[in-house]
């Protein structure tokens, strides 16, 4: 299982295998790319699941939505 992330300007594939906790070879695989240089700012990314970035929030009653820089990925069950 795998999320959404847009890349963002200045981010370098060993940066995002870094930040999801996984590997260029495997970043490369799931999103079927050959080319390191395919990953440039402004494309949406196939991103393991299981990383530390994301986080699951279970919404509360009273609970108001915002967008910061550190929320880029929301889905609602």
Do not use: H, Q
């Amino acid at each position: 299982m795998y999320n959404k992330y847009l890349i963002k300007e200045g981010e370098r594939i060993d940066y995002l295998a870094n930040k999801f906790n996984t590997t260029i070879d495997k970043l490369m695989e799931i999103n079927n790319m050959y080319d390191y240089r395919m990953f440039t700012s402004g494309r949406e990314i196939n991103v393991p699941s299981n990383s530390d970035y994301f986080t699951t929030y279970t919404v509360n009653s009273g609970d108001t939505f915002f967008m910061g820089d550190n929320f880029i990925c929301v889905s609602f069950t």
